[in-house]
């Protein structure tokens, strides 16, 4: 009579087989790459928000520069000087202004129209660019919107402007020109509403240029300094 030899394994002495060992890194590797896709995508979230937050903050930045700026247009120190309300001029992608800087070191004179009181808005290479320019003293039209002298106001590594409107369509006058007439009538008062348009565009790895995500502000200045022409 033969005896079977039924002797177990010791326990912690069994081991993986082939396939059960082919199975386990097969889901190892899956759950790896699960995991390494929501990382890659939280990471591609992450920048794509905080590009988005940079491209706002660049534009309502600049926005609200341009509107404070164009507020105090026209400004005098002294009631009488038309200087700075006179040196105004708007086109549809360029914005010139005058306003007196007071209390400045000699020579500047507080209620003349310096060689320097003359400022403008732009767009350019995509950039909005501001300028603080001279020219002679009653001499309309400087700084010229092709001169030199700009400097940009917007970083174009956060925002590209794709637009920079300025729109006059509002302004009237008080003998019944509108729009661009308002500021050339040779009677009236003229109260000038200026609506600004800015758009801007940031560029996202992942995405086209067609396709890359755009914000638009507008705003509307009303010029109160208004001056009678006559």
């Not at 002294?78 to 006179?86: H, P, Q």
Request: hydrophobic share 35%; aromatic share 6%.
């Amino acid at each position: 009579m033969s005896i079977m030899n039924n002797k177990k394994q010791p326990l912690g002495e069994t081991g993986f087989t082939l396939i059960e060992m082919m199975i386990a890194l097969v889901l190892g590797l899956f759950v790896t790459a699960v995991i390494i896709t929501v990382f890659s995508t939280n990471v591609r979230s992450s920048t794509e928000n905080i590009k988005m937050i940079r491209l706002n903050q660049e534009l309502r930045g600049v926005m609200t520069m341009m509107v404070d700026e164009l507020k105090r247009h026209g400004y005098s120190s002294d009631s009488t000087n038309a200087d700075f309300m006179e040196g105004f001029n708007v086109s549809s992608t360029c914005i010139r202004y005058s306003y007196d800087e007071i209390n400045r070191p000699s020579p500047a004179v507080d209620g003349a129209q310096d060689s320097d009181e003359r400022f403008g808005f732009k767009l350019e290479n995509n950039e909005v660019k501001w300028v603080k320019s001279g020219g002679n003293v009653g001499v309309f039209g400087t700084p010229s919107c092709g001169g030199s002298g700009w400097l940009s106001v917007t970083d174009p590594n956060i925002a590209s402007i794709t637009t920079l409107n300025f729109d006059i369509i509002g302004s009237a006058n008080s003998e019944g020109a509108v729009g661009g007439a308002a500021f050339s009538t040779t009677n009236g008062v003229s109260v000038y509403d200026v609506t600004i348009t800015l758009t801007g565009t940031t560029d996202l790895p992942h995405s086209s240029d067609a396709n890359d995500p755009r914000r638009t502000l507008i705003e509307t200045v009303r010029i109160r300094n208004e001056a009678p022409k006559n």
